[in-house]
Nanobody
Framework: QVQLVESGGGLVQAGGSLRLSCVAS????????MGWYRQAPGKQREMVAR???????NYAASVKGRFAISRDNAKNTVWLQMNSLKPEDTAIYYC???????????WGQGTQVTVSS
């Protein structure tokens, strides 16, 4: 079982930065993918960024060049550095672990990010 706890959300002006953190308790396997998703009001949850244990990353087109995901396997922690934030980045951000061997997703409780114009 994996439990995820996010922190770092808040209110920021457009153009500002925030750094989200997610700590996983339980065992993280080498094949687990860690990532961040977001859900804005009235919209579906979407992938923001994900990182494989070897360091390969994927980003949504809307955040590429502005956001950076990183991971410390020894600390079971994943971060999302968000720069040049825009009002359209406003959403609840969820930490995710995807355990490929079981095709199972684990989710955090979410952290609110609000970007004012």
């Amino acid at each position: 079982q994996v439990q995820l706890v996010e922190s770092g959300g808040g209110l920021v002006q457009a153009g500002g930065s925030l750094r989200l953190s997610c700590v996983a308790s339980g065992t993280i396997f080498s094949g687990d993918v860690m990532g961040w998703y977001r859900q804005a009001p009235g919209k579906q949850r979407e992938m923001v960024a994900r990182i494989f244990s070897g360091g390969t990353t994927n980003y949504a087109a809307s955040v590429k060049g502005r956001f950076a995901i990183s991971r410390d396997n020894a600390k079971n922690t994943v971060w999302l550095q968000m720069n040049s934030l825009k009002p359209e980045d406003t959403a609840i951000y969820y930490c995710n672990v995807f355990r490929a061997i079981f095709s199972r997703d684990y989710w955090g409780q979410g952290t609110q990010v609000t970007v004012s114009s």
